[in-house]
């Protein structure tokens, strides 16, 4: 009981101290005390305060997109986050590949409209085994390479019934070679679109604007939606206070954890911020009993997580982030987030080494992938790589006993992004047939044909296109103009056609 009186005091130390905060900026402006978001972002309050010690009212009003008028309502039931699809993504920085080794693509008429023979070897793809003379894999639905290292690590992870489940999309689209200035992340966007979880909005595994390497479009960012770092076990616990019940380290985890621990609900841009605060510390105090506990953010703690990394690899920090990512967003915990992966300038480096790269990276998409199969929970994967490579002629053994060309140099014309949706009740649907496997298209000769499409040529354009897909999986795409402001795709009409998949909720 000590104790707890003691998280008392501090919630409402907390809470004087806001106050204070928004009294001063009052008195000095000579405003009235704010009510709305506008008002908030104004005399700086979400920046300064909601950001920094009360993300959950930051939170709360960034949901104004579907807000609806809520009574102060505690609520201990019901699903983690705000109901919608977990999303990830995957930052590969430095110009990994993805087109024809490990994900295929081709001419107009889709993956196995196949390119010419040297369009492959500058793919890394000799003779012996280019798709005209090997064929494809189809065993998550999106057609890869049978030697892609990619697909290996996603075939390691997973089971029979998740890869039946799972569906993809192919994306050709050029980016400028390994530079972080690409706005390749759609997190903020995602967010916009509904993502939201009990703690965070958004998360990432590097402590960037975006979450990872990549910057995100500036047209998307919002700064009460900013990524918070969840790179470890510690960091995930720590989104719920720590393991001392919240008080770790002189934060302020009275309001910041404890606050998001159960859902406030959404609330209209006209309630009082009176009534917000009262609402939301009657909440605070209400969730020192939540069952949302320091073991259930811990990844360590989670059976499942240790079935799919049986072998010591979370003591590895390339699994170790992953899986503290993937326990928070498919959770609910967290509503999207990236998980990034440098060290991806493959020009030079033998073919083993970039191959047992890909290798990881596809572990940590199949073990997504199998976790939320797990968990009986949908998911929506993006992965990414700013930049991509070219082949030279020199052929050598790429580690798993299959010859392929060496890469030779950084290629911003070979770049392609990819798609994978997992659906615990069926595969997903493409829209429009083998079509809407492939969004755009390569010319034979190896390049990225940037006329085939209005984001082959446009990062920012290739990131509005994933957000559009996420609201299509939710039967939303109808919203495309209203989460995203006057997108360069255009009106939701107008972008359909690059829609992949029908809706799975």
């Not at 501090?10 to 905060?21: A, K, P, V």
């Not at 705000?82 to 995957?90: R, V």
Request: overall charge negative.
């Amino acid at each position: 009981m000590a104790k707890y009186r003691d998280q008392l005091r501090r919630t409402e130390s907390t809470r004087r101290r806001l106050e204070q905060r928004i009294e001063e900026s009052c008195r000095k402006s000579g405003h009235a005390r704010p009510r709305t978001r506008r008002e908030f972002l104004n005399q700086g309050l979400i920046a300064g305060v909601g950001t920094v010690f009360l993300p959950s009212i930051a939170t709360i009003l960034a949901r104004e997109a579907n807000a609806q008028a809520a009574a102060c309502v505690i609520d201990n039931g019901g699903l983690l986050g705000a109901g919608k699809i977990p999303f990830l993504a995957f930052d590969q920085g430095g110009g990994a590949n993805i087109a024809g080794s490990n994900v295929m693509v081709g001419g107009m008429g889709g993956q196995e409209d196949f390119l010419d023979a040297a369009g492959y070897a500058k793919l890394g793809l000799p003779n012996a085994i280019i798709p005209q003379n090997v064929g494809v894999d189809r065993t998550f639905g999106l057609a890869m390479h049978p030697n892609s290292a990619l697909l290996r690590g996603m075939l390691d992870k997973t089971s029979v019934a998740t890869r039946l489940n799972t569906n993809g999309c192919v994306i050709p689209a050029r980016s400028e070679n390994d530079t972080d200035n690409n706005p390749h992340n759609p997190v903020y966007g995602i967010a916009r679109a509904g993502a939201n979880g009990e703690f965070a909005a958004t998360i990432g595994t590097r402590n960037s604007e975006s979450g990872g390497r990549s910057r995100a479009p500036d047209a998307m960012i919002q700064a009460e939606l900013r990524p918070v770092k969840v790179s470890n076990r510690d960091e995930a616990i720590g989104l719920g206070g720590g393991e001392d019940d919240g008080f770790p380290d002189g934060r302020v985890a009275a309001a910041s954890a404890v606050l998001s621990a159960l859902k406030l609900g959404k609330i209209n841009e006209q309630q009082a911020t009176e009534e917000l605060l009262q609402c939301g510390y009657d909440k605070a105090e209400a969730t020192f009993n939540t069952l949302v506990t320091p073991q259930d953010l811990d990844p360590d703690a989670d059976l499942a997580l240790q079935a799919i990394f049986p072998n010591g690899e979370l003591n590895d920090g390339n699994y170790r982030k992953a899986a503290a990512a993937m326990k928070v967003v498919v959770n609910g915990y967290g509503g999207a987030g990236t998980i990034e992966y440098g060290g991806r300038d493959y020009h030079q480096d033998p073919r083993p080494e970039t191959d047992g790269k890909d290798f990881i990276v596809g572990q940590v998409i199949g073990a997504s992938l199998e976790y939320a199969a797990q968990l009986n929970k949908p998911l929506m994967i993006y992965s990414f790589s700013d930049g991509a490579v070219s082949a030279d002629d020199r052929e050598e053994d790429d580690g798993n006993g299959t010859t392929k060309f060496r890469w030779r140099s950084d290629n911003s014309q070979t770049a392609a992004s990819f798609i994978l949706v997992f659906n615990p009740n069926g595969q997903p649907v493409l829209r429009n047939g083998a079509a809407s496997q492939q969004l755009g298209y390569f010319r034979p000769s190896g390049n990225v044909e940037t006329a085939s499409s209005p984001f082959a040529n446009s990062v920012d354009a290739l990131a509005e296109m994933v957000v559009l897909n996420y609201l299509g999986l939710h039967g939303e795409e109808a919203m495309f103009n209203v989460v995203l402001d006057n997108p360069g795709l255009g009106s939701a009409a107008a972008a359909a056609p690059y829609i992949a998949f029908q809706a799975i909720v």
